[in-house]
Nanobody, 126 residues
Framework: QVQLVESGGGLVQAGGSLRLSCAASGRTFSSYAMGWFRQAPGKEREFVAAISWSGGSTVYADSVKGRFIISRDNAKNTIYLQMNSLKPEDTAVYYC???????????????????WGQGTQVTVSS
């Protein structure tokens, strides 16, 4: 069982930055690929970024490539999402998720992630 708790959301002006964190419980965190997803009002949840269990491989949605950076610190059981050059269209609830298939190749498919946090709101004003 893995519990995920996101933090770091808030209100920021367009062009600004935020860093999201996701703290995980459980001994096997370091063997799980992790991802960030987001859901805007009236829209489906979508993939943002993911990182392999070792941190050596990352995947990004085209909409955030070059602006967002995903990272992890396995010693702290935490992953991060550094969000730069934020745009109003980045406004959403951001969720972290764990793919509990140990040592799996990192993927962007929502259905492969089986543990989810409660989400943190990010609002970007124009």
């Amino acid at each position: 069982q893995v519990q995920l708790v996101e933090s770091g959301g808030g209100l920021v002006q367009a062009g600004g930055s935020l860093r999201l964190s996701c703290a995980a419980s459980g001994r096997t965190f370091s063997s799980y690929a992790m991802g960030w997803f987001r859901q805007a009002p009236g829209k489906e949840r979508e993939f943002v970024a993911a990182i392999s269990w070792s941190g050596g491989s990352t995947v990004y949605a085209d909409s955030v490539k070059g602006r967002f950076i995903i990272s992890r610190d396995n010693a702290k059981n935490t992953i991060y999402l550094q969000m730069n050059s934020l745009k109003p269209e980045d406004t959403a609830v951001y969720y972290c998720a764990a793919d509990s298939r140990r040592f799996a190749v990192v993927v962007s498919t929502l259905l492969m992630y089986d543990y989810w946090g409660q989400g943190t709101q990010v609002t970007v004003s124009s």
